[in-house]
């Protein structure tokens, strides 16, 4: 077991592609690391760097104190978890999980105790000797996993594993995930799209857009003070609204109401406002001209505008809707960003709200 | 799906058709007619008593029109010639054709006993195990190296198959002439070596010239089955070996070939009925009118006899051995060798 650095790695296509761009990570032993982002983000990319099957362009990748970057796959201690399963069809569940060790040149004991720990844990048992084929999405999964832990790695890869589940035994298959990494301590970097599973399962998160890390850090910090636009409209369902506003004598104006104080300077802002952060009020507020209404049975997500841009408001009432209801925003929990760059501005008063959470 | 919305979709049509006739048709004579038609079409239309049993196609006798070419053919081409020679292995054809003898078992006999015959089958069997070894094995082979051909891979590919566009006869002019006795380069390659290559006159040489062409020409063939059969190799598979398994050799052996196997066993009774009758015209471009003892394969021995000597039924008897024979193999192939085949 042993930790992870990525130090100003990037990857270059043929074409001059920039894939990846300049990637600085650095985790700790044992930590839970998710990359997360939309497709063409880079971060599989950046995985299968990390695995060896994409050459490394620039910058260097250590796992443990040793540079990996021209070492062979086998030779990087690492056991990857691949999202369409990735089995050999040809070969037992047994044989599948013992085929890495056997080329190591591990003893028959140590194979066969390794894989029926395994085995034990992933409640794999009774399938040992079946073929791959045989079995159905989330048991070919966990023999995928199966496999990764009889290696005892130095680190986890998974490149979206459960993007082939469906959804009600993805739910399940991340607990798995966790409670397994959690017990064997080992260093892991996950892949996935779906920031919902990024949310729950990291330690840190690693949101990238473009080849490029937006921010890193760990699920709730992301959550709450997102670093851009980017990440404030990635993370978080339903998404954060991102308003165009302005700061007029110290104040953010969003169509000529002023709905929280600022201290910076006259000019145009980008407003963010989470749904779960909006409340239903009967007086004052902003007006929320309603366009559709989305029932999820816990809460109901109520879809509209406010002058001429879309907000929505995520409330957990069911009490009937009038074609425009007033809207509150609470003050410390405004998001406000430049709106040239989408960087985040940070206020007085917006550090202080979330040891009050 | 459609065949199911066939007839309904017709049935408007239909109804139509019978509402413009009420006009200037009697009541009762539209009723028989209605109901004649509805008998013709449901015949026509195969729409029987049990929509359950309707299969792919509307009208009954379609599909026999579909499978009448191909049944055509393997009748007049395979079922009546065999039966012919099956027939005319018993009987002595008199060469001038003016009449046979029926002789029973003595052709099968004669063939059997001779010892000639006997070396021709040994030098078959020879030359289908070596010529299927070194096709499928060299096929392999480019077909490995050409896999993993990133730049310029479909000039790669391309040169590679075009050879098996070439017809086997020319395939064996074009051999003839590297292994000509007087201008050819191979004479000289092996000049070089110390050996005097006589093609057509030495049967070793001879040989030698037979398998190199039947080779040349069928590398081709396995090539492009075996590069098809690794691209379709999942690419994370492939992954998760290198990941599992330093030395290429073993993520070959044990995760490649086993993949590739439904393909090599197919090439393999692909091959062997190459090397047994597809090679015909390369032998006969070969040895034709030399005079020494020359190597041939069963087929063209059957042809020899048949055509040349004009052992009508002793060649028929040769040819029904040989058929017997191959579907033999084959079924040996299938019953030994399949059930080590994985099929994704």
Redesign the interface.
Known sequence: MAGLSLQGVGKTYSGNVDAVTGVEIEIADGEFIVLVGPSGCGKSTLLRMV???ETVTRGEIRIGDRVVNRL????RD???V?????????MSVRDNMA??LK?RGESRAVIDERVAEAARMLELGPYLDRKP?ALSGGQRQRVAMG?AIVRQPAAFLFDEPLSNLDAKLRVSMRGEIRRLQRRLGTTSLYVTHDQLEAMTLADRLVVLNGGRVEQIGAPLEVYRSPASTFVAGFIGSPAMNLLDARVEGGRVVLEDQAIGGAELPEGPVTLGLRPEDLRLVQAGGLALRLDYVEELGAQRILHGFVGGQPLSVAEAGAAPLSDVVRVAVREDRLHLFETRSGHRIERAGLAAMEPAE | MTRGSGPRARAPRCNQNSGTQVTDTPMTTLETERTLLARLRAWYSAEDANPTKRVQFDRPLTPWLFVLPQLAVVAIFFYWPSVQAVTSSFYIEDPFGFGSTFVGMENYGDAVTSSQYRDTALFTAFFCVVVTALSLGLGLLLAVKADKVIRGTETYKTLLISVYAIAPPVAGLMGMMFFDMHMGPIKDLFALFGHDLRVGIDYWDTAIALITISVWKQIPYNFIFFLSGLQSV?V??R?????????GW?RFR??IL??L?PTAFFLLIINITYTMFDTFPIIDVIVKDKPANNPMTLVYKVYLDGFKGNDIGGSSAQSVILMVVVAALTVLQFRFLERRV?Y?
């Open positions: 695995a060896g099957l062979d796959p086998a030779d690492i056991a990857m691949f999202q369409n399963y990735a089995l050999y069809p040809h085929y890495g080329n084929r496999r | 999942p994370p598979v992954e998760a070996a290198l990941i599992d398994a330093r030395s073993r044990d995760v086993p993949l196997a994985h994704g």
